[in-house]
């Protein structure tokens, strides 16, 4: 892959398959564009609708798309009563003993428990309102008021007018209770108060969907019957209607790396829907595309959402580099494994190559050197080394202290303890390769000569191999002069 130097801010490069880009650099932005002029912002961000700020952390951002009860209860009810301004400001958990227990007979002034924290009650103040919404957690079973009907009079076993309920569109009575001073007040049910079979509202009975710190009784089954309580209000003469919530659309404008509740290196583009499905219901959550394409999402024990990206410098394969980068950190970071003079790595780091460093590197583990290949599986021509050759290359090798000269090393201590290569190269000419150092635009070395020492290191273990041999000989002349001349130790 051909890179040069455009002008004086352009760099041309040219793709083994033919194709061209363009890099510019304009202030802190990279754009790319290809020979025909198409041009692409590298750092234009994903667009959320509605709108969320991603967290940024290191290298990547994240969408988290998380469901929202409260929305979620607020929309259905929009959508069962055909008005909107709900408002949900109290909820009891299916795991309830006793009814509502706060006793203010539907005041709603104070504050009590963690508000929208639904394995708990809570309730929170009401606000200005004239209707209610009496309902049960997942809105199965529901009706519909106003204040007045509920709230505006003391009344025991009396008719109130329902606008419409989870058993009828049209408007009815049914015999509620809001008693002076009454602290199981107001008691308010699907039908007339007590109607059998109570509880059972399938099968033609009342169900209570409102009643005042009052036992957990047969009327009670409202509490766990459909996943607990809640209570809705709102003022009709200001009231907007909400959009569907826990749905997004997310558009990616160019090829984005990104991983989705870790289902990880998915290469995004173009116009997402998500939506965010409720925990409880047969709808899961999923992400398709524009050509209803799902996205898989491995946790699907999870309600909520996590998109994890990456900008990526859009290319015409997903074959290619996809690295990010960013004007406000100049790290570059890529998701998956590297390959350099290949495409298709094997390891986190696949390089088929050199590697050159002007530093040295560090390693986390107590390991010290590469790796190399010695399966005997994979070799031929296998005869033993001559361990006197080695000994007499170690011998005819000087060792040297020396200083690196300025701008030719990055080091600290430019004085060392080394070989040196032309020597080498006369004594053990496979220690030795030649290789090319650039020090910037107007000095290289093209025949840089530098050291194998791995060739180097076995030498070294011929070279011992070669002494234990020899003071092992010593070891038997030893004994052999011991026996002829009798010497005893």
Known sequence: MPISLENTS???????????????????????????GTISNLFAEPIINP????????????LNLTFNRTKHIEYLIQQKTGVGGWRLVRSLPPTATRHFPTIDYLAG????????????????????????????????????????????????????????????????????????????DPQIGLRNHGTAPFGNPDAGGDLILYKQNGLYDTG?????????????????????????????????????????????????????????????????PTITNTSNTLIPLPNTNTSNISVRYHLLNPIKTTEGAQWTYSSNNPNVYHLGSVGIGTTSPEYSLDVRGFIYSSSGGYTSSALTKWSVLSDRRIKENIVKAS??????????????????????????DRHQLGFIAQEVQQIYPKAVEVSRMIMNLEEKIDDLLTLNTTQIDYTLYGSVKCLIQKLENIKIKMEQIKTVYNITT
């Open 10 to 36: 352009n760099i041309r490069v040219t793709y083994n398959t033919g194709s061209n880009y363009i890099i510019e650099t304009v202030k802190s932005d990279l754009y790319v564009k290809d020979t025909v």
């Open 51 to 62: 709108s969320i700020t991603p967290v940024t952390t290191g290298n990547h951002k994240t």
């Open 109 to 184: 002034t104070a504050t009590v428990g963690t508000a929208y924290n639904y394995t708990n009650y809570w309730t929170v103040p009401f606000g200005t309102f004239d209707e209610f919404v009496f309902t049960t957690f997942n809105t199965r079973y529901w009706l519909q008021t106003t204040k007045v009907q509920a709230i505006g009079t003391n009344y025991s076993g009396v008719a109130r007018t329902i606008i419409k309920s989870s058993i009828s569109s049209t408007s009815y009575t049914a015999i509620w209770y809001n008693r002076y001073n009454e602290t199981d």
């Open 220 to 284: 009670g089954a409202g509490i766990a019957i459909d996943g607990g309580l809640c209570v809705l209000v709102r003022n009709s003469a200001s009231s907007t209607s909400i959009t569907e919530p826990n749905k997004y659309t997310l558009a990616f404008p160019f090829r984005t790396v990104g991983d989705v509740n870790n289902n990880s290196n998915l290469i995004l583009q173009g116009d997402y829907n998500v939506n965010v499905g409720h925990p409880t219901s047969s709808v899961l």
């Open 387 to 412: 361990y006197e050759k080695c000994l007499q290359n170690v011998k005819n090798i000087e060792l040297y202290n020396f200083n690196f000269k300025d701008n030719y090393v990055n080091t600290n």
